[in-house]
DNA sequence: GTTAGCACTCTCAATGTTGGAGTGCTAATT
DNA sequence: AATTAGCACTCCAACATTGAGAGTGCTAAC
């Protein structure tokens, strides 16, 4: 869509002011407020334009108007001008990450998401990282009590994983360094994802005498690779009750929930498209979730090894300060790839 | 306080009606509702005394009449008759704990609390377990790389608390493996608060030159002694934007800050008498923090071992549903022991 | 001691009323 | 031909106004 540059202009003061005041623009105060060079009556017209093409809405007659979501793509895509960070804040930032006492991911996650909802004022997101892509580290089973014990998966990246399993009690506790000494020698080093339902089968033939115990090992580790498992971590849920689009208890409420759900915010997140380098923003109706449909998503990737492992988002209301959550969000990960 | 049986009998009636429509009770509909054999007239001279006592509250002139705190406690005190549960309100409860699965400690709350949250349609709150109280079961110690290893502390209770440590680089897997056997027997059996830093003094000599290694080694049991450590288990909690009043979104926003804050969950929930026996309720501003002093508290604790580990609530308006929510609680509790 | 009757109070919801902000259209201006 | 001034019109939001309903307190009768 090709617009003049007179309607650009507009569109982005338009957008800019909503974004500010959240409320309606009229044709005045935006010639007052910005240096368009055109008296009221010429931006009326342009803005009727706007609104024929779909880039503009106005609440009723005799309002003035506020972006459409093809508004603020539009904003989003072309108009949009990337913003620097405040001194203060970028030293927030490096702050963050100086600690030497961040060395579980699960900290620097928490950590993390508390600090993207403190500079944006939104609500962060994070998916928490892919056990998929990262290596096997080590496997060990500390007895508990006579028929039980725990089982602690180790990845490389430092993630680590629990969960008690009973064990048989034909078995002595020789033969259970054995067999954790076996799985250690055949799974070292490997992604994952590597464990193929292949490599579980031969194991299995192997130690076909243990199997009870072995299939609540390997349940373990497939609940490992389901998706849907991956843990979202929340920052600053209550911020977004600040913002005058949430005077509504029915949508604070709907909200809410879905912050209850982690199946489905990890869906939220998951990025569809996987080749996407950067940021992808997604704007109101565009996330699937009904109960998002009047907000928007700035998301990003980010690594801590050489894979990907997870993504980072921040949500607020499709009238949300794109730039400068954009700005934050890219400083935030460029700092947190570098640990 | 004495009250003549006709009070107390008004009292309750308007208590009762009261948790249940949410709207100030007059002295017709109580006259009509409940089998008084009383006038309208007569009623509302009895008022005015329950008033005047301070058990009635009267919104404005020529409104109906609501409980004062005075007067919930009174209820909850003299006035209340236990509830017996729905049929299938006990079935649930029955049902939620049949599974096998339910291992860990950490995964029986968290299941716990969804429970007590849909049964009562309030917001369900666990302390979780005292690590402080538990037997200590054993410790092991998994290399991550070169410098790091996983500490992992189990305690009898199938309680699991883990932690990334540093590794002096000058020791060996031998050495190492040496100095977690001598620690495991050192330690065995004890309950974690027998650790005392006594105790430690004394392993430090013996291992003086592993000093570094073992500060952090009880860095980690000293975290779990601390009271404020202890985590805070939340169900439910949207549920109380259901209750008429928090349409202020004001309320809401204060509650649901409150409910990010651990720490602050903790001191609500930590008993302040300790020798109570069973169920113990908190009416509005008999609890300390500012924010829940237009809710009431009903909680209790549980034990999973021989000693009191847990405490278990449940948060509602004032207005609550005591009876109900005693009876829930109750039963919860006492499922939840039988494990 | 209890009750009927009644005037009075207060809230809530529905219904005007008013002013301001903003529009679209038309005609004048550049 | 594009821009602008002028003007009638629309709609909302905020504020009063009103009337019905629910409930009270008081007095006098039972």
Chains 1, 2 share one sequence.
Request: glycine share 6%; hydrophobic share 40%.
């Amino acid at each position: 869509m090709v617009l003049s540059e007179r309607k650009k202009h507009i569109l982005l003061a338009v957008v800019t002011d909503y974004i500010k005041t959240a409320q309606p623009v009229g044709s005045r105060t935006l010639a007052r407020r910005y240096k368009i060079g055109l008296s009221p009556a010429t931006i009326r017209n342009e803005m009727a334009d706007l609104e024929e093409l779909g880039f503009l809405i106005q609440p009723h007659t005799s309002a003035g108007r506020i972006p459409s979501q093809k508004g603020y793509r539009y904003y989003v895509d072309d108009l949009m001008e990337a913003t620097d960070l405040k001194e203060e804040e970028r030293a927030k930032i490096s702050q963050a990450y100086e600690f030497e006492k961040l060395k579980e991911i699960e900290e620097i996650i928490k950590h993390t998401s508390n600090l993207l909802s403190l500079l944006t004022n939104y609500t962060a997101l994070i998916l928490g990282p892919q056990l998929k892509k990262s290596a096997f580290k080590k496997l060990q089973i500390m007895p508990v009590d006579q028929r039980r014990g725990l089982l602690v998966l180790v990845a490389d990246t430092g993630f680590v994983k629990s969960k008690v399993i009973n064990l048989p009690h034909t078995l002595s506790p020789g033969e259970l360094n054995r067999i954790v000494s076996y799985l250690n020698m055949r799974l070292e080093g490997l992604t994952i994802d590597k464990i193929t339902s292949k490599l579980i089968v031969e194991l299995r033939r192997d130690l076909y005498h243990h199997i009870q115990f072995l299939e609540e090992t390997f349940t373990l580790l497939e609940e490992s690779l389901a998706e849907d498992e991956r843990r979202v971590f929340l920052g600053g849920t209550t911020n977004i009750l600040n913002q005058p689009e949430f005077g509504d208890i029915e949508k604070v409420k709907s909200l809410l929930s879905l912050f209850e759900q982690n199946s489905l915010l990890a869906s939220l997140l998951s990025r569809p498209v996987a080749g996407v380098e950067g940021i992808v923003i997604k704007i109101g109706r565009e996330n699937i979730l009904e109960e998002v449909q009047e907000c928007s998503l700035v998301m990003a990737t980010y690594c801590l090894g050489k894979e990907v492992v997870g993504t980072i988002g921040v949500l607020g209301p499709t009238r949300m300060d794109y730039a400068k959550t954009v700005a934050v969000v890219e400083q935030v990960v460029s700092h947190l790839e570098r640990l």
